[in-house]
């Protein structure tokens, strides 16, 4: 836990958060971060999508959840929102995709990077992507629970078509904010 309360990915994102009030964001692996609360509090409508039900307590204004495999969202929906979210953020989520960590389904190897597509599909021009993965000296998977990334993975998986404006690195075991 970070000093205010909350784990260190997300205060990470908190602290590189610098989106105009208004923007909407889209939160890919929604299932139990702080986050939805943090931004919906600060003026933001936030939109929250995972394969898991819903772990809010209490619903919350100007907030959305989405019961859905993010990689498999229908055609139809990704149409209808393509180049419209101001940002999306992803906390500690994408490094499970495709591996099966939560019985989703079929298993597959290039999930993390089906996802990243989609993203950048559904951002907006000059959109902003916030992503945090673990992050060592080398690539691997443990199994069905996650990924680690090294830099060229997530170069070559992650980053794609995306400008990266920062990164920031943080040490708590691994870690790494995009």
């Known amino acids: 836990q970070g000093s205010n309360g909350y784990d260190h990915d997300t205060a990470a994102v908190l602290r590189e ?20 609360n943090v931004l919906i509090a600060s ?18 204004p100007r ?16 149409l209808e929102t393509t180049q419209d979210w101001d940002s999306i953020v992803s906390i500690s989520a994408i490094e499970h995709f495709g591996l099966g ?11 993390d990077v089906i996802a990243l597509r989609i993203m950048w599909w559904l951002l907006r021009e ?18 069905k629970d996650y990924r ?3 830099r060229r993975s997530v170069e070559d998986r992650l980053v794609q078509d995306f400008t990266v404006e920062r990164e920031a690195f943080f040490t708590c075991g691994e870690g790494v904010v995009i």
Do not use: M
């Open 43 to 60: 003026g933001f409508s936030v939109v929250g999508i995972d394969l898991r039900e819903c772990d809010l307590k209490n619903p919350l």
């Open 101 to 111: 960590t939560y019985s989703e389904g079929r298993s597959h190897p290039f999930y």
């Open 63 to 78: 907030y959305q959840y989405i019961r859905h495999d993010f990689c498999e969202l229908p055609w139809l929906c990704l």
């Open 17 to 36: 958060f610098d989106e105009p009030e208004g923007s909407r964001v889209l939160e890919v692996g929604a299932h139990d971060e702080p986050l939805a």
């Open 126 to 143: 000059g959109g902003t992507v916030y992503l945090t993965v673990p992050y060592n000296k080398t690539y691997r998977v443990h199994g």
């Open 148 to 150: 680690v990334y090294d």
